[in-house]
């Protein structure tokens, strides 16, 4: 899989409006994009003034294809590059333009904020995702800028590249966890691959007994077993057997996100026997997203908060939307990276399934707190395209006050806000968290991907 995130630098300038601090702050800006980790800079070596210029460059961009242009209005400049550019490569495009010198005298310096109005609408009227960044070189605000517009053409680009396999389908009843795979394929990029749980369940099975001792070796790194209430050791070794088996399904179906049906089938004595959700957190903690109940929009929605934030996210049911703070909560499927620090994670017989306490397994702990983003995405009401919710939060530091795991959340915009909004408009009740403020790049996403935006404010 490709790792190099290639950046097209295109730093335009008008004819004989070229100095020797535009230069500098050429060399600069280029400076700052290859030190870039991950980046690849081509390009860049010189003004581009003229149509001959831009030409040969372009040609040497069609032959390195890059993921991103950025092009810096270091003056006003041609009106035809850009759009030549974006229409040939087909990528995203930068527009950076900088703040406007004192006259000198009297005589306009750069004009670089008119050059990139001029070609926001080209792009626009093209409808070539763009992005503005108006800042200074080696300011903050141009890092930050720059920096945003990379996290989301990364995040668009694996998602034409998702393969999200779906073992089992939704659970019954959760039209909630409904998908239209060619529906996700055709607005936002993934695929959909269909596994059954029988499949899953007979390679659990043939595990050799080396391949049995290092999952359970894995899951046993992540928690231990609750003193009390922890599964016995047949319970302990389906679970890991389990989990063993998804990472096969991953090779086999060439698939890199999961979304699980983990009931009512693996809980059935008859079939499998055990709670299945600890497997889902130590999948997710191990770098195979696992959504819960067959949610595989719930699954796409966890990859992008990962790939947005750098952090592993929580698939999780909203419990509590009143008051001061709102609870998110699963039943004990949390990557135990996301654990309250301080806190130990524990390995135990699920809270609910058969009146509690006879099958597990759960990994129970609460969330560590901090800034975090909710997120739910979503088809329209008719089908026709896609919708995502976005609220911000803080996050509470949280006790193990209800088993599972939760974490408090007070909402920016207030729980009522966020409960009239969510049943108004008929929300799923599976959520993403993602840890950070990830807004501005949701947004950004959502205008690239002609997703429908819904923030609580």
Same mark, same amino acid.
């Given at each position: 899989m490709k790792n190099t995130f290639k950046i097209g630098y295109l730093p335009l300038t008008k004819a004989n409006w070229t100095n020797d601090k535009l230069e500098?702050?050429?060399?600069?800006?280029?400076?700052?994009l290859q030190s870039l980790p991950g980046v690849e800079v081509i390009g860049g070596d010189r003004m581009i003034d003229f149509e001959d210029k831009a030409i040969q460059e372009l040609e040497y961009f069609e032959q390195q294809r890059p993921d991103l242009i950025v092009a810096q209005f270091m003056t006003f400049s041609l009106g035809v590059i850009v759009p030549m550019f974006a229409q040939r490569l087909k990528v995203p495009v930068v527009l950076w333009s900088m703040k406007e010198p004192d006259p000198n005298g009297g005589r306009l310096q750069n004009n670089s904020f008119c050059a990139a109005n001029m070609n926001s609408h080209f792009l626009y009227r093209m409808h070539v995702p763009y992005f503005h960044v108006h800042a200074e070189v080696g300011s903050e605000a141009a890092e930050n800028g720059l920096g945003k517009a990379i996290r989301v053409v990364k995040t668009v680009n694996m998602l034409q590249r998702m393969r999200i396999g779906v073992i089992g389908g939704r659970v019954p009843g959760f039209f909630?966890?409904?998908? +239209?795979?060619?529906? @996700?394929r055709t607005k936002i990029g993934p695929e959909v691959k269909f596994i059954t749980e029988h499949e899953v369940i007979e390679a659990a099975k043939k595990l050799t007994a080396l391949e049995l001792d290092s999952a359970l070796k894995t899951i046993l790194s992540d928690a231990k077993v609750h003193e009390s209430d922890g599964p016995d050791d047949e319970q302990l070794k389906k679970s890991a057997a389990l989990f063993a088996a998804v990472g096969k399904m991953k090779d086999k179906f060439l698939v890199d996100t999961f979304a699980m049906r983990c009931w009512p089938e693996f809980i059935s004595s008859d079939l499998y026997g055990i709670a299945v959700c600890s497997t889902i957190g130590h999948l997710t903690n191990h770098g195979l997203l696992t959504a819960c109940e067959g949610d595989a929009y719930g699954a796409v929605m966890m990859r992008i908060g990962q790939e947005l934030s750098g952090d592993l996210p929580f698939f999780c049911d909203m419990i509590v939307m009143e008051g001061e703070y709102g609870?998110?909560?699963? &039943?004990g499927a949390a990557p135990c990276k996301i654990c309250k620090p301080g806190f130990e994670p524990k390995l135990c017989h699920s809270a609910t399934i058969e009146g509690g306490g006879v099958k597990g397994v759960t990994d129970e702990f609460p969330l560590k707190p901090g800034r975090v983003t909710l997120t739910r995405l979503g088809e329209k009401r008719d089908g026709d395209g896609f919708r995502m919710l976005?609220?911000?939060?803080?996050?509470?530091?949280? $006790?193990l006050f209800v088993r599972g795991n939760p974490l408090k959340i007070k909402f920016d915009a207030g729980c009522d806000k966020l409960r009239e909004v969510v049943i108004d408009q008929g929300w799923e009740h599976h959520y993403a968290l993602s840890y950070? +403020? =990830? @807004?501005?790049? @949701? =947004? $950004?996403? &959502?205008?690239?991907?002609?997703?429908e935006p819904v923030v609580v404010k």
């Open positions: 500098n702050a050429r060399q600069q800006a280029k400076a700052y909630t966890s409904s998908c +239209d795979e060619m529906l @996700l609870v998110a909560w699963h &039943c976005i609220a911000t939060g803080e996050g509470l530091n949280t $006790d950070g +403020d =990830i @807004l501005p790049e @949701l =947004i $950004d996403l &959502c205008r690239i991907l002609d997703i």
